[in-house]
Antibody
Framework: EVQLLESGGGLVQPGGSLRLSCVASGFTFAGYAMTWVRQAPGKGLEWVSGISGSGGSTYYADSVKGRFTISRDNSKNTLYLQMNSLRAEDTAVYYC???????????????WGQGTLVTVSS | QSALTQPASVSGSPGQSITISCTGTSSDVGGYNYVSWYQQHPGKAPKLMIYDVTNRPSGVSNRFSGSKSGNTASLTISGLQAEDEADYYCSSYRSSSTQVFGTGTKVTVL
């Protein structure tokens, strides 16, 4: 059974940083692209970033490019999202998801984590 | 990056069919057969209902079907049931190697 468990969310001040983690189990982690999707309170889904299975290719939404960095440690079956220069509009539940295709952006996502809440506020 | 356009709400009576549209551009919906649809109940993670425009994942009811014409994709739910009441989101690959979601549609079963 595929399991994705996010952690690292919390309250952070504007301009601050936070690193999210997503520990995966139940599948060969290195064989799958992964992605981060977020959802602001009461709002819709927003694709944030994707990464190839090897970690060699990364992709970002314009809204986070230059501020967020996606990475993975295949030896630890863990996906990361380093978030810097956080803004109030980054407040959201952040989900990690397992991609169905090698290119995360072209993929659909069957398996999702439960999400971790990031709140950016002073 | 602008979201794909969906109607804010769609409603129907039990047993009826409803269709949710998802309008993009030739750089996303119209240019690729990588459209997916997700169902989301309150407080839950999204659930994949349709992928690659028309395909249903294992375990998803055949009451759900997808299609595409030009820059608009559609999700049809036939034989509407109370459990179908949820938010629905489309998503598509976009030519900048990113993915974009739709604005979301709230489905109400009357």
């Amino acid at each position: 059974e595929v399991q994705l468990l996010e952690s690292g969310g919390g309250l952070v001040q504007p301009g601050g940083s936070l690193r999210l983690s997503c520990v995966a189990s139940g599948f060969t982690f290195a064989g799958y692209a992964m992605t981060w999707v977020r959802q602001a309170p009461g709002k819709g889904l927003e694709w944030v970033s994707g990464i190839s299975g090897s970690g060699g290719s990364t992709y970002y939404a314009d809204s986070v490019k230059g501020r967020f960095t996606i990475s993975r440690d295949n030896s630890k079956n863990t996906l990361y999202l380093q978030m810097n220069s956080l803004r109030a509009e980054d407040t959201a539940v952040y989900y990690c998801a397992k991609a169905s295709k090698p290119i995360a952006a072209a993929a659909s996502y069957v398996d999702w984590g439960q999400g971790t809440l990031v709140t950016v506020s002073s | 990056q602008s979201a794909l356009t969906q109607p804010a709400s769609v409603s129907g009576s039990p047993g009826q069919s409803i269709t949710i549209s998802c309008t993009g551009t030739s750089s996303d919906v119209g240019g690729y057969n990588y459209v997916s649809w997700y169902q989301q109940h309150p407080g839950k993670a999204p659930k994949l209902m349709i992928y690659d425009v028309t395909n249903r994942p294992s375990g998803v009811s055949n009451r759900f079907s997808g299609s595409k014409s030009g820059n608009t994709a559609s999700l049809t739910i036939s034989g509407l049931q109370a459990e179908d009441e949820a938010d629905y989101y489309c998503s598509s690959y976009r030519s900048s190697s990113t993915q974009v979601f739709g604005t979301g549609t709230k489905v109400t079963v009357l």
